[in-house]
């Protein structure tokens, strides 16, 4: 999977045409024998036999009804589906990152797809951090298409130097290694886990792995979780390995620096982030860069990650809602996430789910709060400051989870 940036979510106005353009009939409506679907790139250098394999088998289903693929990119996909929801024009289907779904889904610019859920193949064992992405207010909104998970980054070498000999399978094993990685390598400013003390990503894994969660919508009212017991349990947890296994700043955000570039420099005898870091660890450590799966607090089970991912969507301006739902059932059909599988990305599916490091490493998931306003959490560095005050000792943790629990509620329950 490619690293994508989000670009400028869509704005009122735009939505506000567009809900008008549906409920009138105003918007320029796609021919019933023609179906325009928007993908990213990917499908088109990656995997164009899959593609083609899925509008074969629709139009086997519905003779006399063309597929018209439009290939986007993921830099200006946003900005171009804004103007077609103002204007009409646009697609049947759309690929959605995940991260990007939410906003859209809070303003209506989706069809509701529950009533097709049963017709999706493997719906009952999706990804659970990918299923939830495409899922607001109990309503389905987007189909998960692929996944893409966040692993250990390592160097064998460095590993093999510290008489590491078999990979850590519990979180504790993790931490223990990393003391014979210190001492093998003790220059100032080594790290032989490099996380960043504001990655959410890394510390909210801890909270999830312990049965804890950010927030929750309960009869109506999003209620913030990071007080629990379990999540409490789970912010100690990162608390105690942070500070034993990283020597990174313990109030800058993973991008200052990149995790990757301290790797590079030779500064990182291991990194935990999406599995294409390993793009990006130098010339020098390709060859002895090697990838594990990140474990969990229990022996035998993954911690529970972040996946990135797309989903795909019926935007409402369609009038071909039943017929995308047919064209999103064949591009996800157990044939055509095994052929994504055998391209090298992760199946939409627990059930499908095979031995690779990256899948392995998919099998628990988690993902953030699907409220209209959870961007503002984001934006308002809300959970990066509470990992902060808990590293520095500012606040303890307790002191640290009540005020970011309450702020996380109090922005999520905006109207």
Same mark, same amino acid.
């Given at each position: ?17 567009? &809900?008008? /353009?549906? $409920?009138?009939?105003?918007? *320029? ?8 679907v928007?993908l990213q790139?990917?499908a ?5 036999d ?12 519905h ?5 018209n ?7 200006d996909?946003l900005q *171009?589906? !804004?103007?077609t929801?103002?204007?009409?024009g ?11 779904m ?5 303003a ?11 017709t ?9 951090g990918?299923?939830?992405?495409? $899922? #607001?207010?109990? *309503? ?9 998970s966040?692993?250990v980054?390592?160097?064998?070498d460095?590993?093999?130097?510290a ?17 014979? &990685?210190?001492?093998k390598? +003790?220059q ?6 490099y ?9 909210? @894994? ?6 804890? =969660?950010i927030?929750?919508r309960? @009869?109506?009212t ?13 912010l100690?947890?990162?608390k105690? #390995?942070?500070? /034993?296994t ?10 200052? +620096?990149? +995790? ?9 005898? $291991? ?10 660890v =130098?010339?020098?450590?390709?060859? %002895?860069?090697?990838?594990f ?10 911690? +529970?990650? #972040?996946?990135?991912g $797309? ?11 039943? &017929?995308?739902?047919?064209w ?5 059909s ?18 499908l789910? =095979? ?6 490493a998919? %099998?628990?998931s ?9 961007? !503002? ?16 000792g500012k ?11 309450d702020?996380i509620?109090?922005?999520l329950?905006?109207p």
């Amino acid at each position: 999977m490619k690293r994508r940036n989000i670009v400028a979510l869509v704005g009122v106005a735009v939505l506000a045409a567009a &809900l008008t /353009a549906a $409920s009138t009939g105003a918007t *320029k409506k796609a021919a019933a024998n023609s179906l325009t679907v928007w993908l990213q790139v990917d499908a088109q250098s990656g995997w164009p036999d899959v593609v083609a394999a899925a509008n074969q088998q629709f139009q086997s289903d519905h003779p006399g009804t063309t597929v018209n693929i439009q290939y986007q990119n993921w830099g200006d996909h946003l900005q *171009k589906f !804004d103007a077609t929801l103002a204007g009409g024009g646009g697609p049947d289907v759309i690929e959605m990152g995940n991260t990007e779904m939410t906003k859209y889904m809070a303003a209506g610019a989706f069809a509701d797809l529950s009533s097709y859920r049963s017709t999706f193949a493997n719906s009952s064992s999706w990804l659970k951090g990918l299923a939830a992405s495409g $899922s #607001f207010g109990g *309503k389905l909104y987007g189909v998960p298409y692929y996944a893409g998970s966040r692993v250990v980054t390592y160097r064998s070498d460095l590993f093999k130097k510290a008489g590491i000999t078999k990979l850590p399978s519990t979180t504790a094993e993790y931490a223990a290694d990393a003391q014979k &990685l210190l001492a093998k390598n +003790p220059q100032k400013g080594f790290s032989p886990i490099y996380i960043a003390g504001t990655d959410w990503y890394v510390a909210m @894994s801890f909270v999830f792995d312990y049965g804890g =969660g950010i927030a929750a919508r309960i @009869s109506g009212t999003w209620k913030g979780l990071l007080t629990t017991p379990k999540s409490i349990a789970g912010l100690t947890a990162f608390k105690n #390995f942070f500070l /034993a296994t990283s020597r990174a700043s313990k109030t800058t955000d993973e991008t200052h +620096p990149n +995790p990757y570039d301290v790797y590079a420099q030779g500064q990182a005898a $291991s990194m935990i982030g999406p599995s294409w870091f390993s793009c990006c660890v =130098g010339t020098k450590y390709k060859a %002895a860069t090697a990838q594990f799966v990140m474990p969990g607090h229990v022996k035998g089970q993954a911690i +529970p990650g #972040f996946l990135g991912g $797309s989903d795909l969507a019926v935007p409402v301006t369609s009038s071909n809602t039943a &017929l995308a739902a047919d064209w999103i059932k064949d591009f996800t059909s157990t044939s055509s996430e095994k052929a994504l599988q055998a391209k090298g990305n992760i199946p939409n599916a627990t059930n499908l789910l =095979g031995s690779s490091v990256n899948e392995r490493a998919a %099998a628990r998931s988690w993902f953030v709060p699907t409220a209209k306003h959870w961007v !503002d959490v984001e934006n308002g560095n809300i959970l990066r400051n509470m990992l902060a005050q808990i590293l520095t000792g500012k606040l303890t943790i307790k002191q640290a989870a009540s005020s970011a629990s309450d702020n996380i509620a109090s922005v999520l329950n905006q109207p």
